[in-house]
């Protein structure tokens, strides 16, 4: 079974300004309800505003509160970027304003946009040229990789793995309800309807686990938060970069060029984790790259992990020690940066360690295993700390998954509804087919998010799971 | 010597029969080939027509103008509609029919039919001429030529059958085998694989001891599969009997499996998931103890008794030794041993949805030889078969149906779509639109369909019709009418066991109360021709969409918002191996099954919705170069 669903008329929202906090945030949405959702929390906008044209007023949320001051700009269709009616909100841009914006858009009707979807339906309404088809192309097709890519890596406990169970649980409960019709006849031993709900409960609990680990995970606490730490020009601007994979922080040989923290947002393995690369610490001369050096003991106290940078051509220095004998070592690893520069890494670093214990601090408080070499130049070096950053968060934050894409707690959402309706029916014993329908509907809803198509899984099941034969 | 027909059929079986009488009573010159004229539409394997899912099937192939049901009817031994105490899109009519009565009444009609001509005898290979077909070469090399050819050959091609390690050639009991057909379709690059399917034994009713078992007996109430069949049994009803299997019965199995071909990698085909034989199920299911039977008379004309699940292939002295372990078996005598038959398929993704193959042009492929199994499958796809030739011949366009429109729909599109590793049978899980497939809506479905095929003489045309309107008409008066709330009708409604009303309401929503049905909306005041109301041709189908309205609403909405994918046609000659945006396998998949539209391409398994994306912008830029080029036409 198999339903398939054009999505296309749906009306959608999304930020469209790079995630983080900035100024100002812009939230966009879009398709043929844009103007009536967006006037539910926007009532000072006209029933017929013009085209290209500003409007300023408050944000409402559904219990009428106020939510924010913004200026809403209106495209007719036709007169947009994706072609389609379009409202953009520019609001103040703290995450949590933005979000809250954003579920109130999709309480009055909307739905949270899946990746490069306006510029989707910019190139089907026309809107993009046929040169640019090929980019949203390479777009589509990168998603999927990264995709791929990202359920290849999930480790144990990762959000896919625990889609799949309870993919696996839908389909033993709809195994068992078709079991009951299409092959009624041949005397199978099926479970009780009360066991098939206790289940089809058990499902719906761990549905709304994941539900609430997005509320939890992405709304209050933003995710886990490595600050990186380290003398002036230890590389710190050049690993956030490359973590970044863009040029987010500016990278001169000159010490000192970081004054302020930057900070920058990933969905690693379906962790939501911000990197803050943060200022240089000395014995600043002038008075802003004190300020900057103040705040980055405040990121050292609040972060979660701290990526501790040294500069492997000089090796721990006098000021490295100081600093590390302030930080709470459980939260630290050492990165040896500028690898390239040594010949004997193994050397190096036993030198290293040994130097730490003769200063009174004791290396095996830091993070397993005490320290990462990296050139802070090339791909491998990334992989080797992602790699590190998956396990260590999965020892950290336990086996939970956390729901990081609004789009995905939307569609857990409805799988829960639909899973919870299934079980309603169930006890209330009506006809198996039915409790069958929304199991489908719940199981379409997880397919979504796992970006598949369906199979003949439930009679695979059936067959596997019972004997029949007439 | 030479023929020349419009159409030739190959074979006369379920499939082969339907598309000779759809393709004659079409009007075109139609031969049907067999090599054993004596068995047309014979039952090779079970004595029953129908069953969950499959019995929407007969009624959707009635309608359509089919034979299959008007045959049960008549011969029908004892019927049973299933799941009745479930929700009505999952209940399912089932007939023991007589076999013998069966067969002999399908040989009637085939020969009594106009425009339709038989010939028994062996069909060695095709005439074709490059990539078309025109008709076929028979074993004395002889030559029917043909506009159009339909191969329902069944389980014959290359069949081998295997008791123990002994193998004959042969499809069936006492009837060879054909070699030719699918070895030709094999050399034109056709890839054409092995099933494995299998029969239980049949007992003589004289040596069975039938107070050890338990009778079973069909229901009284008859619902005929034919739209017009009179709801009167034409025969006497007959009772079928439950035994079951026993340790002893197991031990023997376990102990001879050494014996059996299935165990010693002789058979190479695939069996069927949900019909095994009796070894494995002892050997899969070490748990259970003991697996019932069902004894089913095949004829009121014969002493021949199926027995229902215990399909075998192990060698006859072991079926003798086991079979008697069974309660009322012990002194039962064999009239054939049960055997298991390994024959050629036509992987089906090489088919068309108008079941007209790829490769080959205006040549058909109907029934097991596009690897379905069941009387039903086969016949749905000879009607559609021969409605199809038909429609070539008279250069119309196919008909196919959709997935949302019938159960055939759902056959074919999976077939086509996804291929099959087994013999294919239907399940009410594999129509995602289950709710709104009833048996019960069957004409309100496909009336229109019927009237455009043009099968269904006129009278009975508009006897459809009839009933369609008599029941949207039935539907709307229940809206409109009302029911007030007052002394007589309280009391009227808690005769009824049904609970008072608090306010005014339709009877329609008084129907939505599950206590209520039609024939109580009378007493109350409903104001509506009796003899309607009374009709369960009409009322039970009104009751159903009442009942459930809520739910068929919702799989209609999933219908509508999967209708744009169903309807965005793919180009034939599209070049998935160098469209972007796909993997490797979803290029391959594309490639091979050429998907007729958007939804079709979904379906198939390993392709991913970001697959659909690109096809859609692919489609996309495709009709803006088209546009740019006839710009630049009309510049020039």
């Known amino acids: ?470 | 010597m030479k023929f020349h027909f419009d159409i030739v059929v190959v074979g006369a079986g379920h499939a082969g029969v339907e598309a000779s009488l759809a393709s004659a009573r079409l009007g075109h010159k139609t031969l049907l080939i067999s090599t054993n004229l004596d068995k047309i539409s014979g039952m090779s394997c079970n004595p029953s027509v129908g069953g969950l899912a499959k019995g929407h099937m007969v009624r959707e192939l009635d309608i359509l103008g089919g034979e299959m049901g008007k045959a049960a009817d008549e011969t029908c031994l004892q019927f049973k509609r299933l799941n009745s105490s479930k929700g009505p899109a999952v209940r399912g009519t089932r007939m023991q029919t007589d076999k013998e009565k069966y067969s002999r009444r399908m040989g009637e009609v085939v020969r009594a039919q106009e425009n339709l001509s038989v010939l028994e005898g062996e069909v060695k290979k095709l005439e074709l001429l490059g990539c078309e077909c025109f008709g076929v070469v028979l074993q004395d090399g002889s030559v029917v030529r043909s506009k159009c050819t339909i191969i329902t050959t069944g389980t014959f091609m290359n069949a081998v059958m295997h008791v123990g390690f002994e193998q004959t050639s042969g499809g069936r009991v006492g009837e060879p085998a054909t070699h030719g057909l699918s070895d030709q379709l094999a050399a034109f690059g056709f890839k054409v694989q092995r099933l494995k399917t299998g029969t239980p034994p049949r007992l003589n009713r004289q040596s069975i001891d039938f107070s050890k078992t338990i009778e079973q007996w069909g229901d009284q109430t008859f619902y005929p599969f034919s739209f017009g069949s009179e709801r009167q049994f034409k025969l006497q009803q007959v009772p079928c009997f439950l035994s079951r299997t026993t340790d002893q019965t197991h031990e023997i199995i376990n102990k001879n499996l050494n014996k059996s071909p299935l165990y010693c990698g002789i058979i190479e085909g695939v069996g069927p998931r949900y019909c095994p034989s009796i070894e494995d199920k002892v050997v899969r299911f070490k748990e259970k103890t003991s697996h019932q039977t069902f004894l089913e008379p095949e004829s009121l004309e014969t002493d021949l008794i199926y027995l229902q699940g215990i399909s075998t292939s192990l060698p006859r002295s072991v079926q003798d030794l086991f079979i008697r372990t069974i309660p009322g078996l012990e002194n039962v005598r064999f009239e054939r041993y049960g055997y298991a038959v390994e024959y050629d398929f036509v992987e089906p993704q090489q088919i068309f949805h108008s079941l007209e193959t790829r490769p080959i042009k205006n040549l058909f492929l109907a029934g097991q030889i596009n690897g379905t199994s069941g009387y039903e499958e086969a016949a749905v796809q000879g009607l559609i078969a021969g409605i199809n030739a038909s429609a070539r011949v008279s250069h119309r366009s196919p008909l196919v149906l959709g997935r949302s429109q019938a159960y055939i729909g759902v056959l074919i599109d999976d077939l086509v779509t996804k291929g099959t590793q087994e013999p294919y049978r239907m399940f009410t899980s594999r129509a995602e639109h289950r709710l709104v497939l009833r048996e019960d809506n069957t004409i309100d479905r496909l009336a229109d369909v019927a009237a455009d095929v043009g099968l269904v003489p006129e009278g009975r045309q508009q006897a459809m019709f009839g009933v369609r309107e008599s029941r949207s008409a039935l539907l709307k008066e229940l809206g409109n009418q009302k029911l007030y709330p007052n002394e007589l009708t309280q009391k009227k409604l808690l005769e009824i066991g049904s609970s008072v009303l608090l306010k005014s309401i339709s009877y329609k929503d008084l129907l939505r109360r599950p206590e209520i049905n039609c024939s109580h909306l009378k007493g109350l005041g409903f104001d509506h021709q009796s003899d309607i109301l009374s009709d369960p041709n009409i009322n039970d189908s009104v009751e159903i969409e009442v009942k459930y309205d809520g739910y068929i609403k919702r799989q209609n909405e999933l219908i509508g918002q999967a209708a744009k994918f169903e309807e965005t046609l793919l180009p034939v000659d599209l070049d998935y191996l160098s469209l972007l945006g796909l993997s490797a396998e979803e290029r391959e998949k594309l490639n091979r099954v050429r998907p007729r539209t958007l939804g079709q391409a979904q379906r198939i398994s390993g392709v991913n919705p970001s697959a659909i994306q690109s096809l859609l912008i692919f489609m996309r830029t495709r009709t803006a170069k088209e546009t740019l080029l006839g710009k630049s036409k009309t510049r020039s």
């Not at chain 1, 966009?28 to 290209?52: I, N, Q, Y």
């Not at chain 1, 214990?357 to 830091?366: H, P, V, Y």
């Not at chain 1, 491998?380 to 995905?408: A, C, F, M, Y």
């Not at chain 1, 198996?432 to 003949?456: M, R």
Request: glycine letters at 8%.
């Open chain 1, 1 to 470: 079974m198999n339903w398939l669903r054009d999505h296309s008329q749906d009306t959608i929202c999304a930020q469209s300004t790079a995630s983080g906090e900035g100024a100002i945030a812009v939230v966009r949405v879009s398709g043929p309800k844009a103007l009536v959702v967006t006037r539910s929390l926007a009532a000072f906008l006209p029933e017929f505003p013009e085209s290209h044209k500003i409007y300023f007023g408050y944000l409402k949320s559904r219990s009428n509160q106020d939510l924010d001051q913004v200026l809403v700009s209106y495209f007719k269709q036709g007169h947009s970027f994706t072609g389609e009616e379009t409202l953009e909100i520019n609001c103040h841009g703290s995450a949590a304003l933005v979000n809250q914006v954003l579920a109130e858009l999709i309480y009055f009707g909307a739905r949270a946009a899946d990746r490069g979807e306006f510029t989707f339906r910019a190139f089907m309404n026309g809107k993009i040229d046929l040169v640019q088809a090929e980019s949203v192309l390479a777009l589509i097709q990168s998603q999927s990789l990264e995709m791929a890519f990202e359920a290849g890596r999930q480790l144990k406990g990762g959000l896919s793995v625990k889609l799949e169970e309870i993919e696996k649980n839908v389909l033993f409960c709809l195994a068992h309800l078709e079991a009951n019709i299409d092959f009624s006849e041949e005397n199978i031993q099926s479970i009780s309807p009360t066991d098939l709900a206790r289940k089809g409960f058990d499902i719906a609990h761990e549905i709304r686990a994941l539900v609430t680990s997005f509320e939890r995970g992405n709304i209050l606490a933003g995710g886990c938060q490595v600050a990186i730490v380290g003398m002036p020009n230890a590389g710190k601007s050049s690993l956030f970069n490359l973590l970044a994979r863009e040029e987010r922080a500016i990278v001169t040989e000159v010490p000192g060029t970081t004054r302020d923290s930057i900070e920058f947002k990933f969905n690693l393995g379906g962790r939501l984790v911000s990197f803050i690369d943060t200022a240089g610490i000395r014995q600043a001369a002038e008075t802003i790259e004190k300020k900057g050096i103040e705040k980055t003991f405040l990121w050292i106290d609040r972060a979660h992990l701290i990526f501790y940078v040294v500069d492997s051509g000089l090796g721990l220095q006098e000021g490295d020690l100081e600093i590390l004998k302030k930080i709470d070592l459980s939260k630290v690893i050492l990165i040896f940066n500028k690898s390239d520069l040594i010949a004997d890494h193994q050397l190096f670093a036993d030198q290293m360690l040994c130097w730490l214990e003769i200063s009174g601090i004791d290396s095996k408080l830091l993070l397993k295993p005490g320290f990462l070499l990296t050139s802070a130049l090339n791909e491998s070096d990334l992989n080797v700390i992602e790699q590190w950053l998956t396990s260590t968060l999965v020892q950290k934050t336990g086996q939970e998954p956390t729901i990081v894409q609004r789009r995905h707690f939307e569609l857990l959402v409805q799988a829960l509804e639909k899973i919870e309706m299934a079980c309603t029916k169930i006890i209330e014993g009506e006809s198996p087919e039915i409790s069958a329908f929304f199991l489908y509907e719940s199981l379409s809803s997880i397919h979504q998010i796992q970006g598949k198509s369906v199979t003949d899984d439930v009679l695979d099941r059936i067959f596997k799971e019972f004997c029949i034969g007439k």
